[in-house]
């Protein structure tokens, strides 16, 4: 009678890479910023309230209530807490009531229109202080799908769905030092990831010294955006495992060439430690991010309003990183 083998028979004998271990060196200071993520006097600013009316309108057309800082506000405060525009209002309204303040609420009607034209700044590296300029941007690319409206995952366990679930593909340009996203792309889910790499870097104010990204990056046009951008940057992206060199690379190397003599000569690992390939980790992480504290899918219905959407969830989550961030020690 056979024997059936047990699970994984030689897991005692197999080689095993312990996890590295980390500590937390400013605890206190970072967990102060975890609480004040929710204090409603971090998204409800002072300078909302004194610039919540909109300017006097100088050319023809009707004249707005609120300005776009009072929109960007609500829709803020929609993305930190996941509420409908209904609940939305419904909050503006209990926080101005609370504040004895004598300001008009938008209605979700309002929020909603308003959303298809809002125009959010574009985030700025934190490396840039009072008087000097901002440092290079070592620029860090990843997508994820994000679902649309449809049923949910215990629906389509239980009973099955006959209909393919809708979804938008996010594309993010972190800053390496950072952790800022200063870069974002809401596409369809068949958009090529190759293809959003000049959007992405129009985007970045400032000099990009890097561009790395994962295998499905390993595009011509892709190195060839960055270089048109960026002549001195440097595009580190691992190359296929069929990937041959260019004609002329042993008399002019080009950076993939480069590449993939150092993966033949040493190996790929060693390769992602001495060209910082590594550092791709923060973008799959800066993504992971925003799934937990915004959550995987968007609520508007229309391609103007989700690309609103995504734009004040990065404005959040560069929120958050700016009120603290963790500072790692590696223990083990």
């Not at 952790?179 to 970045?204: E, K, M, R």
């Not at 992971?288 to 229309?302: A, E, H």
């Amino acid at each position: 009678m056979d024997v059936p083998l047990p699970f994984k028979l030689n897991q005692a004998g197999r080689h095993h890479i312990p996890r590295q271990k980390h500590t937390v060196t400013n605890w206190p200071a970072y967990d102060a910023s975890l609480r004040q993520r929710g204090s409603l006097t971090v998204w409800f600013t002072d300078e909302a309230i004194a610039a919540w009316a909109a300017e006097p309108r100088t050319t023809r057309g009707g004249q707005p209530w609120y300005s776009e800082l009072a929109i960007l506000t609500a829709l803020t405060l929609r993305a930190v807490f996941r509420l409908a525009l209904r609940q939305t209002e419904g909050l503006i309204g209990s926080i101005i009531g609370l504040l004895g303040l004598d300001l008009p609420v938008p209605d979700h009607t309002t929020l909603s229109r308003r959303a298809a034209t809002l125009e959010l700044p574009r985030p700025k590296s934190s490396s840039a202080g009072a008087g000097r300029e901002a440092e290079p941007v070592h620029l860090l690319v990843d997508s994820t799908g994000l679902k649309l409206c449809g049923p949910g995952e215990w629906l389509v366990e239980k009973h099955g769905t006959q209909t393919r679930r809708s979804w938008r593909k996010l594309h993010i340009g972190l800053d390496a030092n950072t952790g800022q996203i200063v870069a974002s792309a809401l596409t369809d889910h068949n958009g090529d990831d190759g293809a959003q790499v000049g959007p992405l870097l129009d985007q970045v104010a400032g000099v990009v010294a890097s561009f790395t990204g994962d295998g499905a990056y390993d595009q011509e046009g892709v190195y060839a955006s960055v270089g048109k951008r960026h002549p001195a940057a440097d595009v580190i992206v691992p190359p296929r495992t069929t990937a041959v060199p260019s004609k002329p690379a042993e008399s002019a190397p080009t950076q993939r060439d480069r590449h993939l003599q150092l993966i033949a000569e040493r190996g790929r690992m060693a390769w992602q430690k001495a060209s910082g390939y590594v550092k791709r980790a923060r973008a799959e992480t800066a993504i992971s991010r925003y799934k937990r504290v915004i959550g995987d899918g968007l609520r508007s219905r229309t391609d103007e309003r989700r690309a609103t959407e995504v734009d004040v969830a990065v404005h959040v989550l560069n929120r958050m990183l700016e009120l603290g961030r963790p500072t790692y020690v590696r223990v083990t």
